[in-house]
């Protein structure tokens, strides 16, 4: 089983973010992703990633029961 990663412009595309912003995202750690080797590594990033960053910063606003 393979699992389709997606490359930058593909991650910024779901995001709704400029490409720059998701590999600073990517650098800082804020979200998952795979650099691949070589000299000019390229980053990867699984479709799962995305969602969990995006629950992770989802407002949920607080309620009183």
């Given amino acids: 089983m393979t699992k389709k990663l997606l490359n930058i412009e593909e991650a910024s ?7 720059q912003t998701v590999r ?4 800082r750690g804020d979200l998952a992703g795979v650099k691949m080797p ?5 980053w990867k990033v ?5 969602d969990r ?12 029961a």
């Fill in 13 to 19: 595309e779901q995001l709704g973010m400029h490409p």
């Fill in 24 to 27: 600073e995202l990517l650098r």
């Fill in 46 to 50: 699984e479709p799962a990633a995305i």
């Fill in 38 to 42: 070589g000299l000019r590594g390229r």
């Fill in 53 to 64: 960053f995006i629950k992770r910063n989802t407002y949920r606003p607080w309620r009183a």
